[in-house]
């Protein structure tokens, strides 16, 4: 039976894979990206299975469209996929407010709000998984990813409660 799936960070990296996987298996993707030009040649392949949607993962308003959009084309979501993130490296006292704010915007509280966003879609279906893309730092710090890793420590303790 085909799923239909939410993945964020579709454009490129580990999203890109795990889209381009689902996308070969017969899946149907809701692929989410800042720059959907990036998912043109998916899109061709892909014409019926594919649906783009330009998402930053920060503006939360986007995100609650981007899910309605999703669930409006294809009619549920069975898999969400929270891929989107990036890593600074630096001393802990030298990040700026800025960069703290958005490692902790990025990769902790956006995959919180896309997952509230979801989750009422899925327990209406009565159904549905959702993967946290997270990192061994969501286990074992390690020096000059403090503020990276801090993000994908609560993002573990969110997903475990």
């Known amino acids: 039976m085909e799923k239909v799936w939410f993945i964020t960070g579709s ?8 889209t381009e996987a689902v996308l070969a298996k017969g899946d149907k993707v809701a692929a989410t990206a800042r720059n959907i030009n990036a ?17 930053d993962v920060t503006d939360y308003p986007q995100v609650h469209s981007a899910v309605k959009t999703a669930v409006a084309h ?11 993130g990036f890593g600074i490296v630096g001393a802990a ?6 960069q ?3 490692q902790l915007e990025t990769n902790l509280y956006a995959p919180i709000e896309i997952t509230r966003a979801v ?17 061994v730092g969501g286990r074992v710090g390690n020096a000059a990813v403090s503020i990276y890793q801090a993000a994908k420590f609560g993002l573990s303790g969110f997903t475990e409660s």
């Open 74 to 84: 294809f009619g549920k979501i069975d898999v969400l996929v929270n891929n989107a």
């Open 93 to 98: 006292e030298a990040f700026t407010d800025e």
């Open 119 to 135: 989750l009422p879609y899925m327990r209406k279906q009565r159904s549905g998984r959702i993967l946290q893309i997270s990192s």
């Open 100 to 102: 703290v704010r958005s």
């Open 39 to 55: 998912l043109k040649d998916l899109e061709e392949k892909y014409p019926n299975q594919v649906l783009p949607i330009q998402l």
């Open 11 to 18: 454009s490129r990296g580990l999203g890109r894979n795990i």
